[in-house]
């Protein structure tokens, strides 16, 4: 196994020699440069080595941390709604309930020439359309004739530039209406107490009308309190 010692002497010494060569040729080199470092290069030198002395010896920069992982969605917790929000419907419920009862009582005391005047009229014919029988609807239609009569008081109290056109309308409404109901009553014999009552309640609310009246509504007036005597039971 020795035998490979002397070349790798050999080589040892070659390459020590090359080493040599190469020492002297950059000695020789430097020689002809001038010698020693120039300033400038050492200035440089220093810096650089200073930069990198303080770059070592400051700690590196951590990295952002991440941000912590959230929690998994937790289910969330239903609220039961407070007092004033379940209150709120029926708080509204009973403002529109309040609102419809006071629209329902001006309209139902409204007279011709009132806004509401149409709703009341058209509620009117309504429960009339409703009636089962000629009975019921007789009925109906007495209570209808009691309006008109009200009504045409009503305006004989209030003056208006249309006072008379309205009265006029109110008398034609009651006089129809009061033919209409005593014909689907009309006795063969002796009128009914209730007959013979609206009779007399018609005559109660007309009859001080006709000082406040025209001529053409005093007329009117007076037709109607003749037609309905012939019900009180007073000219049999």
Request: proline share 8%.
């Amino acid at each position: 196994m020795g035998w490979w010692r002397p070349g790798h002497r050999r080589r040892a010494r070659w390459a020590r020699r090359a080493t040599d060569r190469v020492s002297t040729r950059i000695s020789e080199v430097g020689s002809r440069i001038g010698g020693d470092p120039r300033p400038d290069f050492r200035a440089r030198l220093r810096a650089d080595l200073l930069q990198a002395h303080a770059a070592e010896r400051t700690p590196a920069t951590e990295p952002p941390a991440e941000p912590p992982a959230e929690p998994p969605a937790e289910r969330q917790e239903v609220r039961r709604p407070s007092l004033l929000v379940r209150l709120r419907p029926l708080a509204v419920f009973a403002m529109l309930l309040g609102v419809m009862f006071a629209t329902g009582s001006r309209a139902y005391d409204s007279v011709p020439g009132d806004i509401l005047y149409p709703l009341k009229r058209a509620a009117e014919a309504t429960v009339l359309r409703l009636a089962t029988n000629d009975t019921e609807l007789a009925k109906r239609e007495m209570t209808a004739a009691r309006q008109r009569a009200a009504e045409a008081a009503t305006l004989a109290g209030a003056p208006g530039p249309d006072r008379d056109r309205l009265i006029k309308q109110a008398l034609d409404d009651m006089a129809r209406t009061t033919r209409a109901a005593l014909a689907r009553v009309k006795p063969r014999g002796k009128p009914s107490g209730e007959i013979r009552r609206f009779a007399r309640e018609q005559r109660t609310a007309v009859e001080p009308l006709l000082p406040k009246l025209d001529r053409e509504n005093r007329d009117k007036a007076a037709n109607y309190l003749s037609y309905i005597d012939t019900f009180t039971g007073t000219t049999q």
